[in-house]
T-cell receptor
Framework: AQSVSQHNHHVILSEAASLELGCNYS??????LFWYVQYPGQHLQLLLK??????LVKGIKGFEAEFIKSKFSFNLRKPSVQWSDTAEYFC??????????????FGQGTELSVKP | SAVISQKPSRDICQRGTSLTIQCQVD?????MFWYRQQPGQSLTLIAT?????????ESGFVIDKFPISRPNLTFSTLTVSNMSPEDSSIYLC????????????FGEGSWLTVV
């Protein structure tokens, strides 16, 4: 069965620190990859997505992610975090092919707390 | 793109009752899904809502508890039946947007609290 693993349950950083959140998935075929963010008390928002092409994708609010196919990874990065980045971050995978299109498998989520 | 409206956005429900959540999309979409996000947890796929046929449920979810309707390509409902406090969750509708690109859109969610 497909699965998505996020390495860190809770990350605490100071403002201006660099961020990297790990995400690994298990699926041997073609995938679309996503990072979503959920701010406290708010609904899910798409940060960025990878479908094909350049494996380094840039999203909103200065976030980027790199798809490394050989490592089945899609880590999220930001050079300098802000207090307003405090949120829950979810990695998700859409396995293409067969009857899986459109179904997202989510990681467990990583809670990011940024100290001012 | 696709804009998704969910109703209700929030509700407080009595134990043992049932509640139906509506999902309306502003364009015709082929694929429509329902997810659940329990407090402090990630999202879990409940089922795929199939137009004109029975929904396809994921492991751990059954039709008697979560009946789903999909009468056309822009609308679906999810009913949470015989609710218990464990059903307190955010329920989200998701679609694969029209056109090429496999863009996935989410509604803003229906936040249910069962007391």
């Amino acid at each position: 069965a497909q699965s998505v693993s996020q390495h860190n349950h809770h990350v605490i950083l100071s403002e201006a620190a660099s961020l990297e959140l790990g995400c690994n998935y298990s699926y041997g075929g073609t995938v679309n990859l996503f990072w979503y963010v959920q701010y406290p008390g708010q609904h899910l928002q798409l940060l960025l997505k990878y479908f094909s092409g350049d494996p380094l994708v840039k999203g909103i609010k200065g976030f980027e992610a790199e798809f490394i196919k050989s490592k089945f990874s899609f880590n999220l990065r930001k050079p300098s975090v802000q207090w307003s980045d405090t949120a829950e971050y979810f990695c998700a995978v859409n396995a293409l092919g067969g009857n899986q299109g459109g179904k997202l498998i989510f990681g467990q989520g990583t809670e990011l707390s940024v100290k001012p | 793109s696709a804009v998704i409206s969910q109703k209700p956005s929030r509700d407080i429900c009595q134990r043992g009752t049932s509640l139906t959540i509506q999902c309306q999309v502003d364009s015709q979409v082929t694929m429509m899904f329902w997810y659940r996000q329990q407090p402090g947890q990630s999202l879990t796929l409940i089922a795929t809502a199939n137009q004109g046929s029975e929904a396809t449920y994921e492991s751990g979810f059954v039709i008697d508890k979560f009946p789903i309707s999909r009468p056309n390509l822009t609308f679906s409902t999810l009913t949470v039946s015989n609710m218990s406090p464990e059903d307190s969750s955010i329920y989200l509708c998701s679609v694969v947007g029209p056109g090429s690109g496999n863009t996935i859109y989410f509604g803003e969610g229906s936040w249910l609290t069962v007391v």
